[in-house]
């Protein structure tokens, strides 16, 4: 029996700004001058203000969202690595790629592996998504 | 040698409204109807319309912040699984334990034990962050 083909997932993409990481301060009250105060994120070992963590994850859930045809499932398990800070100016996309997996018993489950990526092509996240089918 | 004691995280939390979920849709650009559209979201599944993952997320990115003293670093792995949607209506806090790692060589290491809670006491996410020292 030949193994299911991987996938590619489709690429979504995010454009961040300053103001937009002002919006995401406000909406979840998370102030801190690393994500909104240029002049003291300048001076901090940074060298400029930085995303909250969860703004370059987002463009991923859109992916999954739209291969799978509904938003990611109670039971989902993420695995995930930062691998460099985002910044106002960058555009991150997302790549995946679904992966059938048995799962004994008839059980279905894709790993969906995936990156972000910025408009250097560096990887900002990397990292592994399994949702059971 | 003793181990050294694992350390409580300050708690954050956040109120979630479909005000701040139309927002973040804006921000992010991901308008799917389950986030956005209350009458197309009550007749689905989820019977509702539901935060984009990464909004219940927040919450334990800024206890991370406050007990580390500065934004998650590079090489930060996080491990997390989506237990339940959460929802407009729905206060979602943080709990978190770090747990000191030997690394070797002298390295250092901290793994964070968290979840994510609804007002309800559920659990809507559970997971864990490892970052180096």
Redesign the interface.
């Known amino acids: 029996m030949s193994a299911p083909a991987a996938e590619q997932l489709p690429s979504?993409e995010?454009a961040l700004s300053q103001a937009?990481i002002d919006?995401?301060a406000e909406?979840?009250?998370?102030y801190?001058p690393?994500?909104v105060d240029p002049a003291a994120a300048a001076a901090?070992?940074?060298g400029g203000t930085?995303a909250?963590?969860?703004?370059p994850?987002?463009p991923i859930?859109?992916s999954v969202?739209r291969w799978l045809g509904?938003?990611?499932?109670?039971?989902?398990?993420?695995?995930?690595?930062?691998?460099?800070?985002s910044r106002p100016g960058d555009v991150i996309r997302s790549q995946g790629e679904a992966r059938p997996v048995e799962r004994g018993e008839g059980g279905r489950a894709v790993v969906i592996v995936f990156a972000l990526i910025n408009q250097r092509d560096e990887k900002v996240i990397e990292?592994e998504c399994e949702i059971s089918l």
């Open positions: 979504c995010i937009m919006v995401y909406l979840s009250g998370d801190n690393i994500h901090s070992m940074f930085v909250h963590g969860c703004i994850l987002e859930f859109q969202a509904r938003d990611m499932p109670a039971g989902a398990a993420l695995r995930l690595r930062y691998r460099a800070p990292g």
